[in-house]
């Protein structure tokens, strides 16, 4: 092999791995935001985006929707601790290039996780655990209130296990009744 003929291959070589960790392909319904100095730079959607090496960098990407778990523990009117986990379906805002770059879900989860408890509390454990169904609306209200502050957009929230501890729970029915 000549000199030139390593050069150029050498080349191909450099410009290959240049490609490859600085280029990103980007799905129809997802985008990337590439950040310079934690400043958001550019949002590329569908198609190829990339950076300049070293100076930019990829967060991670991010869906139109996403399916997010939020959990809460609480305690509830009666005194009985519980556990609530739901599965939140949201949307965040893309970014706005010029702006920091903060991915908003992460203050709405705390917002979601807050909510929940505050409308929790508001339920005696036989109530809640009986009427699940019926909590199922103040409490999605209330997580659908919360995360708007951050921008972000819930779609749905599925109850997915209200743990009581039924130690707990028999104790306090066995208090409230009294010695017979």
Do not use: N
């Amino acid at each position: 092999m000549t000199t030139t003929t390593l050069l150029l291959l050498a080349a191909a070589v450099l410009v290959a791995c240049w490609a490859a960790t600085c280029t990103r392909l980007v799905a129809a319904d997802r985008w990337t935001v590439v950040t310079r100095g934690g400043v958001v730079h550019r949002v590329h959607a569908s198609g190829l985006a990339w950076r300049w090496p070293f100076v930019e960098r990829f967060e991670p990407e991010l869906d139109a929707r996403r399916e997010a778990p939020v959990g809460a523990r609480a305690t509830t009117t009666d005194g009985v601790p519980l556990l609530v986990l739901a599965e939140a379906t949201v949307s965040v805002p893309r970014p706005v290039p010029g702006t920091r770059y903060v991915d908003p879900w992460t203050g709405a989860e705390r917002a979601a996780e807050d909510a929940i408890t505050r409308s929790v509390t508001g339920w005696a454990a036989a109530e809640l655990t009986q009427t699940a169904a019926a909590a199922h609306g103040p409490i999605r209200d209330a997580v659908e209130s919360a995360v708007d502050d951050f921008g972000v957009r819930l779609h749905d929230l599925e109850l997915v296990e209200v743990g009581i501890r039924l130690d707990e729970m028999s104790q306090q029915q066995l208090t409230a009744r009294g010695p017979d």
